[in-house]
């Protein structure tokens, strides 16, 4: 059986509900973010934080293991978390940039990771709640 914490999509509804819960890391990926984050949230821009590494001139390649257990033991989030990625979800580019981080995680040995369903614009669209800053 799969648990909420191993499946791979997580909606807007289910992730309104878990806000509370103290495994929880909502993590913002948008480059750049917009109209508001998710309350309770992380941000690490996609784009500049780290997630890819250019290597003997080849861009976009998974960093050293070191470098990534860095950046994401940098943003406060330990192994027994549920990460639940945010993307913008206005285009299939920045779902993709989710379900990179998504893959970083799952290459590092972190199963409770998760991409939110639909992005940001399904957790604004749905109306819950949204906070200025993450």
Do not use: C
């Amino acid at each position: 059986m799969t648990t909420d914490s191993q499946r791979p999509l997580a909606d807007s509804a289910w992730l309104k509900g878990a806000l509370d819960r103290p495994d929880l890391v909502v993590l913002d990926v948008r480059t750049p973010p917009s109209g508001g984050f998710i309350p309770g949230s992380i941000h690490s821009d996609y784009a500049k934080a780290g997630w890819r590494a250019t290597v003997d001139g080849v861009p976009g390649l998974l960093p050293e293991t070191a470098v990534l257990e860095g950046l994401i033991g940098g943003l406060g989030i330990g192994n027994g978390d549920h990460v639940v990625l945010v993307a913008s979800g206005l285009s299939a580019a920045d779902m993709g940039n989710a379900t990179r981080v998504y893959w970083t995680f799952k290459t590092l040995g972190h199963d409770r990771v998760s991409v939110l369903d639909g992005g940001f614009a399904a957790w604004s669209d749905a109306g819950h709640p949204v906070v200025t800053a993450a």
